[in-house]
């Protein structure tokens, strides 16, 4: 018998504040290990901000990762790298140094106080949807029956999404600094 197939999800990362791409790097490297294996990275992506618009540009990328974590442990981990990067929550849709979100996990649909997968508003935002195409536009995901390319192409948001950053840049960096 084979043995059961690892989890894998999705984690969309964002920041605006400070050294954008020092804390998205950052971030990565908090959550790679204990039980979290990072597999895909997207390139970086420039970004204007959505809902609160007085404030200076994201940086957006997404990880696919593999993680023997359930779901919740997965976001207090999340949430733990947001802590440790000095994230301060005081506007809904603020300015922030680091913005982690758990979009997917495997094929499992959730709803309780702490959780919604997949994210509530995965399907509205090319932010997270350009980035997640990049690294897996095939994947189908679950409760929305679509596949991340059909969502991206049936997205209304007009907000300018570009490139900063290529996947290739990403992971050499990561590289060498885990060097």
Known sequence: MPPPA????????GANLGDREE???RALKALEGDGVHLHRLSGIYETEPVGVTHQPDYLNMTA???TMLPPLLLLARLLGIEEMLGRVRREHWGARTIDLDLLCYDDLTWQDE???LPHPRLHERRF???PLAEIA???RVAGL???VQELLQGCQDSHAVRLYSSAQKVQRRMR???A
């Not at 690892?6 to 990362?13: D, H, K, Q």
């Open 114 to 116: 702490k959780l919604i």
């Open 64 to 66: 696919g990762i593999t």
């Open 176 to 178: 060498k600094a885990q």
């Open 128 to 130: 997270v949807l350009v």
């Open 137 to 139: 536009a095939a994947y």
């Open 23 to 25: 804390n998205l790097l």
């Open 6 to 13: 690892t989890p894998e999800a999705y984690i969309s990362l």
């Open 145 to 147: 029956n679509a596949t």
